[in-house]
């Protein structure tokens, strides 16, 4: 439940209690909200996959949309949970992106574009879609951009769901099949 201080501002910062962990989604300027932990990044992509796998994290890019109720309940929801967000931390970096937005991204293979283009060129058509890559760069460049992700997840996962996709990729369960057959099996 948000402080009467949150409530005053008006949905600028959006806090919840969870087994004694406070977790926060912001609102930021561009009608996004946000984690504090996401990646701060130079929009690099080659070198953001590069630096997660030095730390030993693996490297996601997180698509949103200004007003998505599916992007906002992610947030306020999942990120919400301090079981995910442990689970995450510890194994991820996730960049945030907007589908529409105008920041200039340089892709794997050297191109730079807006993040609008960025999105498709990947064929990213909703929000929120989350993109894992993997652990190493080197290959993606000669690859078509949709043969360079190892997983991706459209739209808004329940909990449960949305922690075992994270888990997917961290057991590099998508070797052996695919993240539908996995979230059957490992409900």
């Given at each position: 439940m948000p402080s009467r201080r949150e409530a005053l501002l008006g949905g600028a910062a959006v806090a919840f209690l969870g087994q004694g962990v406070r977790a926060q989604a912001l609102l930021g300027d561009d009608g996004l909200y946000r984690q504090p932990w996401f990646l701060e990044s130079f929009l690099e992509l080659a070198s953001d996959l590069q630096e997660a796998a030095a730390q030993g994290k693996r490297f996601a890019i997180l698509w949103e949309l200004k007003g998505c109720p599916a992007c906002k309940r992610t947030h306020l929801v999942n990120f919400s949970d301090p079981a995910i967000v442990a689970f995450v931390r510890e194994r991820f970096e996730i960049l945030q992106l907007n589908i529409i937005g105008a920041r200039e991204v340089t892709d794997f293979d050297?191109?730079?574009?807006?993040?609008?283009?960025?999105?498709?060129?990947?064929?990213?058509?909703?929000?929120?879609t989350f993109q894992f890559f993997p652990e190493s760069a080197a290959p993606l460049k000669g690859r078509a951009p949709q043969e360079r992700e190892v997983a991706r997840a459209e739209g808004y996962?329940?909990?449960a769901a949305f922690k075992r996709l994270f888990a997917y990729v961290a057991e590099r369960a998508y070797e052996r099949e695919g993240l539908d057959a996995f979230l059957k099996t490992q409900g």
């Open positions: 050297g191109e730079t574009l807006p993040e609008k283009r960025l999105a498709e060129k990947y064929g990213v058509r909703g929000t929120p996962l329940e909990p």
